[in-house]
């Protein structure tokens, strides 16, 4: 067996600690860390019955030197506190959410894999409040959890090209909550995923309501070809990616033209005559379409393989994540 086909897949092995905290009357407790054990929960609360719950995804790297560093820390919890404003949870004091991640990665240390694997970090947020009468009702007590996991590929094909189904009659959000990254929307994607797995073998859906393209189950899309990249314009209907927004930089740092705004179905079809596209995310970080599936009909993307611009911008931000380059826009902070 190879390396590779011994690696755990991607979330189902947890790092040994979590960092532990509650919110009460009003304010935040003290947090523990503490060895991953199963958490005691209310039958009645609120997260259980309202899914009041939202969490986050990023990731630390091991260096060459062994040194461990968290990747743009600052704008997920940022994201995650949009989350919890946005489902009237209580939001996470940004600095105690920063202490516990850096003390889980401190007392995990031993668990972060070298590149190319990475130890991803999954603060969650619920509403722990005992009532199964609280519809519209916010949670008053929470709790905040910060776990970890010792990752590799979320694909399990690797750099294997992706099927996607395009579909544009689902929707994996309500309008105004893409842009929060919370279970209910994780759910909603699931049922039409797996039915494009069986149905048409396809990794994934594209989710293109009203036939303007938005982004996956997982995962935001871009579409390049040289010079010029093309997604969709920041708002509230889909995940504003961290990973997007690195990618954007780097590409206006090697001179693409970056174009923000939405387009439809037709005109992506149109593009991966000649250009690529690509998913991107924490999990997947840039990985390339091969095919696109839209009404049973499937069209090849550029020549089905993962495109050079794909592979190129991939290598780029992989670089500067496990310090093989310099990171010049401060992303990294060393734990
Ligand atoms: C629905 C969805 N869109 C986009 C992304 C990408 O976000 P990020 O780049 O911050 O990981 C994710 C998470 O990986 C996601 O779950």
């Known amino acids: 067996m190879t390396a590779a086909a011994q690696r755990p897949a991607f979330g189902t092995v947890l790092a040994p600690q979590m960092a532990v905290v509650s919110y009460h009357s009003g304010a935040w407790g003290e947090f523990q860390v503490k060895p991953v054990a199963p958490i005691e929960l209310s039958p009645a609360a609120h997260v259980l019955h309202y899914a009041s719950t939202c969490f986050e995804g990023f990731k630390a790297f091991r260096h060459a030197d062994g040194s461990v560093h968290v990747f743009r820390m600052d704008k997920h919890i940022e994201r995650m506190r949009q989350s919890a404003r946005h489902l009237v949870l209580p939001e996470p004091d940004p ?4 202490d516990m991640v850096r003390a889980v990665i ?6 972060v894999p070298e590149a190319p694997g990475a130890l991803y970090m999954r603060p969650l947020l619920i509403g722990t409040t005992a009532n ?26 690797g750099m294997k090209p992706l099927r ?18 919370t279970g209910g929307n994780y759910a909603a994607a699931m049922g039409p995923t ?37 997604t969709r314009k920041l708002d509230s209907t889909f995940l504003h990616g961290v990973t997007r927004d690195s990618l954007l930089t780097l590409a206006r740092d090697l001179g693409y033209a970056v174009n923000e705004r939405e387009f439809d179905v037709a005109a992506m079809l149109d593009w991966v005559k000649t250009g690529e596209a690509a998913l991107s995310g924490t999990a997947a ?45 401060g992303w990294l902070q060393r734990v």
């Open 132 to 157: 199964i009468g609280a519809a519209a009702t916010p949670a008053a007590d929470a709790s905040l959890l910060v776990l970890a996991s010792p990752v590799w590929d979320y694909f399990a094909g």
């Open 106 to 111: 401190d007392r995990c240390r031993d668990a």
């Open 95 to 98: 600095r105690q959410l920063a």
């Open 164 to 181: 996607i189904l395009v579909d544009d009659v689902n929707t994996r959000s309500a309008a105004h909550l893409g842009m929060v990254k």
């Open 194 to 230: 797996l039915a494009a797995r069986t149905k048409f073998q396809a990794d994934q859906v594209l989710f293109c309501p009203g036939g303007q393209v938005q982004e996956t189950g997982a995962a935001n899309f871009v579409l390049l070809r040289e010079h010029e990249l093309l």
């Open 285 to 329: 970080v840039l990985a390339g379409v091969g095919t696109l599936i839209y009404r049973g009909q499937e069209y090849r993307v550029g020549t089905g393989g993962v495109g050079p611009l794909t592979c190129a911008l991939r290598t780029r931000l992989v670089a500067i994540q496990q310090g093989q380059a310099p990171d010049r826009h």
